[in-house]
C-alpha cells in the first residue's frame, strides 16, 4: 500500500480468478464496492486497484479479497452479497465475512445445487441443525430460517439420514378471514403452506417433489393435523412457530419419536394471534432453552439475504416500534 497526502493506494492479486464473476455484468460489483466504501476500483490484468482514503480503503480490503476468494472458486454472488460482505465488515472487522473455507455446504444432488451460509448467523444456524436434535431458529423475515431448514431436511432425506419430511404451519389468520376464502378445508389452508412448497421446488426437480408427496415422504399439514401423531425416523419444521399457542407448541414437540430431528422457526415481532402473550414462541425459548440437545439460534437484520431494502424495512420498523413502546 502507497500513501500519498491524502489518498492509498492498495493492489490486490486476482490471478486464478473468473474476471466475469469478480466485476459482475457492466462492472455492476465494482461499482457497488466503489459505492459502498468511497474508494475507486480499477481491475486490470490480474491485479484490483483501490484508491481512496486510507480508514476506507483499509474497510474495503476484506470484502473485495473474499469476493476474488469466490470468484477464484467459481462461487457465484450478487451486489447484495457485497453489502452484506460489508455490513459483516462493519460490525465485527475481517472476521466478519465468511471464508469459503469455514463454510457449511449442503449439497443437493437433485437439483445439483450447493446452499452455504451467507452469514455468521446463518452458518450457526446450519451447525445447530446439523449437532442438536431441537432448533429453534428465531429472527425476522428474510434471514433464511426456514430455506435453510428445509434445506436441511432435504440434505437428510437424501443421505437416508430420515425416510420422511414432515412441514407444519399454523393456519393462523392474518388480518384476513380464513372463512370466507373459497373451497375445501384443505383449499382454504393451502395459501397457508405455499412458501413451504416454494423452498422445496426451489430444491428438488418438480416431479420428483410431485412423488414424494403422493407417497407421504413429504407431508406438508396444518400444525393441527399432527396432533395424536408420533413422528419417527423424520425430520420435522414447523414453520411460523410465533402462531402457534403454548398449547400447541407443546402438543408439536411432544410429538418427537425416535430418530427425529426438528426445527421451529419464527419471527417475534410478526406474531397474528388474538393475544401475543399466547405465542408458544416467546415461551419455549424461556421454558426448554437450557435443556441439552435444544438449541436456541437468534438472528437478526444482518442475516437478511432477501432484497437490501428488506433490511433497511426490518430496522425503520424496529426504531419505530421503540418510539411508540409504551412507558411502564
Given at each position: 500500500?502507497?500513501k500519498g497526502?491524502t489518498?492509498?493506494e492498495?493492489?490486490l ?5 473468473d474476471?466475469?464473476m469478480?466485476a459482475?455484468?457492466?462492472?455492476r460489483n465494482m461499482h457497488?464496492v466503489?459505492?459502498?466504501?468511497s ?8 491485479h ?7 480508514a476506507a480503503?483499509?474497510r474495503?480490503?476484506?470484502?473485495v479479497?473474499?469476493m476474488?476468494e469466490?470468484?477464484?472458486?467459481r462461487?457465484p ?13 462493519e460490525a465485527?472487522g475481517p ?12 449439497a443437493l ?9 451467507k452469514?455468521d448467523?446463518?452458518r450457526a444456524?446450519?451447525?445447530a441443525?446439523r449437532t442438536?436434535d431441537i432448533?429453534?431458529g428465531?429472527?425476522?423475515a428474510g434471514?433464511g430460517?426456514?430455506?435453510?431448514a ?14 420422511r ?5 399454523p ?15 384443505q ?8 412458501p413451504?412448497?416454494?423452498a422445496?421446488?426451489d430444491?428438488?426437480?418438480h ?8 407417497d ?7 400444525l ?8 419417527s425416523?423424520?425430520f420435522v419444521?414447523?414453520d411460523?412457530?410465533?402462531?402457534a399457542t403454548?398449547?400447541q407448541?407443546?402438543?408439536?414437540l411432544?410429538?418427537l419419536?425416535l430418530?427425529s430431528?426438528v426445527?421451529?422457526t ?6 397474528d394471534?388474538?393475544s ?9 425459548e424461556e421454558i426448554l432453552?437450557e ?6 439460534i437468534?438472528?437478526?437484520a444482518?442475516?437478511v439475504i ?12 424496529a426504531?419505530d416500534d421503540?418510539e411508540v413502546e409504551?412507558?411502564?
Amino acid at each position: 500500500m502507497t500513501k500519498g497526502d491524502t489518498m492509498v493506494e492498495h493492489r490486490l492479486d486476482t490471478e486464478g480468478a473468473d474476471p466475469l464473476m469478480l466485476a459482475g455484468v457492466n462492472d455492476r460489483n465494482m461499482h457497488e464496492v466503489s459505492k459502498l466504501f468511497s474508494v475507486r476500483v480499477v481491475l486490470r490484468g490480474n491485479h484490483l486497484v483501490l484508491t481512496g482514503d486510507l480508514a476506507a480503503v483499509e474497510r474495503a480490503v476484506p470484502v473485495v479479497q473474499h469476493m476474488i476468494e469466490l470468484a477464484r472458486l467459481r462461487a457465484p454472488f450478487d451486489t447484495t452479497d457485497i453489502a452484506r460482505f460489508a455490513d459483516g465488515v462493519e460490525a465485527l472487522g475481517p472476521r466478519g465475512i465468511v471464508h469459503p473455507d469455514d463454510e457449511v455446504r449442503i449439497a443437493l444432488p437433485g437439483s445439483r445445487r450447493v446452499i452455504v451460509p451467507k452469514s455468521d448467523g446463518q452458518r450457526a444456524y446450519i451447525d445447530a441443525i446439523r449437532t442438536n436434535d431441537i432448533v429453534i431458529g428465531i429472527g425476522p423475515a428474510g434471514t433464511g430460517k426456514t430455506y435453510l431448514a428445509v434445506a436441511a431436511a432435504v440434505d437428510a432425506l437424501y443421505k437416508k439420514q430420515v425416510k420422511r419430511i414432515i412441514l407444519a404451519r399454523p393456519a393462523v389468520e392474518a388480518g384476513e378471514n380464513l372463512g370466507f376464502l373459497p373451497g375445501d378445508l384443505q383449499e382454504k389452508v393451502d395459501p397457508y403452506l405455499r412458501p413451504l412448497y416454494d423452498a422445496l421446488e426451489d430444491m428438488m426437480p418438480h416431479e420428483r417433489v410431485q412423488r414424494a408427496l403422493e407417497d407421504s415422504t413429504i407431508e406438508i399439514a396444518p400444525l393441527a393435523y399432527m396432533r395424536g401423531r408420533t413422528l419417527s425416523d423424520a425430520f420435522v419444521i414447523l414453520d411460523e412457530a410465533q402462531n402457534a399457542t403454548r398449547a400447541q407448541m407443546k402438543m408439536f414437540l411432544t410429538r418427537l419419536g425416535l430418530n427425529s430431528r426438528v426445527v421451529i422457526t419464527g419471527d417475534k415481532t410478526q406474531i397474528d394471534l388474538p393475544s401475543e402473550a399466547n405465542s408458544g414462541l416467546l415461551e419455549v425459548e424461556e421454558i426448554l432453552g437450557e435443556i441439552d440437545g435444544i438449541e436456541v439460534i437468534y438472528l437478526d437484520a444482518k442475516d437478511v439475504i432477501r432484497h437490501r431494502l428488506v433490511k433497511d424495512i426490518i430496522k425503520a420498523y424496529a426504531r419505530d416500534d421503540a418510539e411508540v413502546e409504551p412507558l411502564t
